[in-house]
């Protein structure tokens, strides 16, 4: 897909999403799952999601949606500096949670692979507080810059305030 770089930057860059586990149709194996649901992939044991298969099936389509928006900070990778989150809202059902990881791409043709990690519904929380304008993302992984999270507790210092 194209993404537009951000203002100031008239550069369109070429994205690849890329899926890299089956997380967006199955999900944790439970003991009363009967074999022909199973799901055996990279010594992960999982069972076929109907749920998830149906609201997966659009995932590019949603990363082209975000490319004019944002996408969330994921703190459960806090320690994955390329570590995001889209997330997608469906009238009357739960936000679908896409966790990705954005690297830049090794070829002459592409400036960034969005390797998509899984895809859940999950309620909306307060952990998806903390955003990144989706072209910047797009842009700053192409160039291999390290984005930057917001200031988590919001503050500016010592009470708050503004420094001079």
């Known amino acids: 897909m194209d993404v537009a770089g951000p203002t100031g930057d008239t550069r369109v860059y070429k994205v690849r999403v890329a899926f890299t586990s089956t997380h967006c149709f ?25 749920e998830r298969y149906e609201r997966s099936k659009n995932i590019r389509e949603v990363f082209v949606w975000a490319s004019r ?10 320690e994955r500096e390329r570590r995001f989150l889209v997330v997608k809202g469906e009238p009357g059902r739960d936000p679908l949670i896409i966790p990705f990881e954005a690297e830049p791409a090794r070829s002459k ?42 200031n988590p507790n919001k503050s500016r210092g010592r009470g708050g305030g503004r420094r001079k």
């Open 26 to 50: 199955t999900r944790k194996r439970q003991p009363d799952d009967k074999p022909d649901v199973w799901v055996n992939t990279f010594d992960d044991p999982r069972t076929f999601c109907p």
């Open 109 to 150: 043709k592409l400036d960034v692979i969005l390797n998509v990690v899984s895809a859940y519904p999950a309620p909306h929380d307060a952990r998806l507080s903390d955003k990144v304008y989706f072209p910047t993302l797009i842009a700053k992984t192409a160039r291999g810059e390290i984005i930057s999270r917001p």
């Open 69 to 78: 928006g944002k996408a969330f900070f994921a703190d459960e990778w806090r």
